[in-house]
């Protein structure tokens, strides 16, 4: 279901609790929400007024992937960047790394199974957005 985005500062500044496998229809309302939005290409739950850590992204092929319990664990080339948000007005100057190596679940059959993944790139650039969204971190 598309679900209207949050700008409220107090629900996106509150750190998300851990995502469960009940949390399914969650991540369908975030990819059915970034669906709706023109050149939107992640969506994390806090921004449907959700706090759980989770969140849906597009990959360069187009496919929207969804990650629950996102943690970095490992991140190089650090660089400034400019970013924007769908739910905050101004852009940020942040630091963000070109290759990061993540731990998250994935549903696979209605259970959560860990993963671990190199990602590089805008969608590495994307995953460390989102987690900062997890984390009520305002960019």
């Known amino acids: ?64 992937h969804a990650m629950y319990n996102p943690k970095i664990l490992m991140a190089l080339g650090g660089a400034k960047v400019a970013e924007s948000c769908l739910t905050h007005e101004e852009p940020s100057t942040v630091t963000r790394f070109a290759k990061i190596k993540v731990s998250f679940d994935e549903l696979v059959d209605g259970q959560l199974k860990a993963r671990r993944r190199d990602f590089t790139g805008w969608v590495a650039q994307m995953i460390q957005h989102m987690v900062d969204h997890c984390k009520g971190k305002l960019v």
Do not use: H, R, W
């Open 1 to 64: 279901m598309i679900k209207d985005l949050v700008t409220d500062e107090a629900i996106l500044s509150t750190p998300c609790e851990p995502a469960t496998a009940e949390d399914a229809p969650v991540a369908q309302d975030l990819a059915d929400t970034l669906a709706s939005i023109e050149d939107a290409a992640c969506l994390a739950a806090n921004q449907i007024g959700v706090t759980k850590a989770l969140f849906v992204y597009q990959d360069d092929a187009g496919e929207v």
